[in-house]
Structure formats: structure tokens, C-alpha cells
């Protein structure tokens, strides 16, 4: 099997390990994380009505690193969060290990005011 197939089936269990834990609620929805070589996403999620509430992305940012692009988006998210009133989330890393771009976008999330 090549490197990037079992890089990808590894992910899908790690996140499924992850999702089997971690539930969205509408007082506490839940933050999801998905990044890929070139792009990072976030969107916070209601998963008792199946419905997105915020999302974020760099697909917009074309100049700077993964890791600016990250810190933008975790900022992103936030203020968006905070506007509908979310200041409770649970952070689903989407089975991508928590270091690198996952923990930046985190950190400034939560230096913007999400609670995790």
C-alpha cells in the first residue's frame, strides 16, 4: 500500500476514535478542524441539528505560511464565534495530531476568546 494511503487510513481512525467522544451541542457546539497541504478550515457545528454555525478558511490568504494562515483563521473563527454568541466549544482536531498548524489555530482561538 503506498505512504499516502496509509497516511489517510490512519487519520480516518485516529478521527473516528476522536468523533466517538466528542458530540456538538447547541450550548456547547463543536469546533472542527481539517487541514490539507496547501488550505486550513475550521467550522463550529450543532451536531444535535446537523447545522453549521461558523465557518473559516484561508482559502482567501494567498500570501504567508501554513502557520499565519493557521493563527488567521483560529482568529477568524473566533470573532465569528463570539458575534452569534458562542463562547464554548469542544475542539475536534479531526484525528490530525495536536502540534503544528492544529495547535496554532487553537491557541488563537482561544487567545481570542473561545473557551476549550
Same mark, same amino acid.
Given at each position: 500500500m503506498k505512504t499516502s494511503q496509509t497516511?489517510?487510513?490512519k487519520r480516518n481512525r485516529?478521527?473516528?476514535?476522536?468523533r466517538a467522544k466528542v458530540f456538538g451541542t447547541e450550548t456547547r457546539p463543536r469546533l472542527a478542524v481539517f487541514k490539507s497541504n496547501r488550505y486550513i478550515y475550521a467550522q463550529i457545528i450543532n451536531d444535535e441539528k446537523g447545522k453549521t454555525l461558523? $465557518?473559516?478558511?484561508?482559502?482567501?490568504?494567498k500570501k504567508?505560511?501554513?502557520r499565519e494562515k493557521a493563527e488567521n483563521v483560529g482568529k477568524k473563527i473566533a470573532a465569528h464565534a463570539l458575534q452569534k454568541k458562542i463562547k464554548?466549544?469542544?475542539f475536534d482536531r479531526g484525528g490530525f495530531l495536536y502540534a503544528g498548524?492544529?495547535?496554532v489555530l487553537a491557541?488563537? $482561538?482561544r487567545s481570542e476568546g473561545l473557551s476549550f
Open positions: 497516511k489517510k487510513i485516529r478521527h473516528a476514535r476522536v461558523v $465557518a473559516a478558511s484561508s482559502l482567501k490568504d504567508g505560511t501554513m464554548k466549544v469542544v498548524n492544529i495547535k491557541e488563537s $482561538a
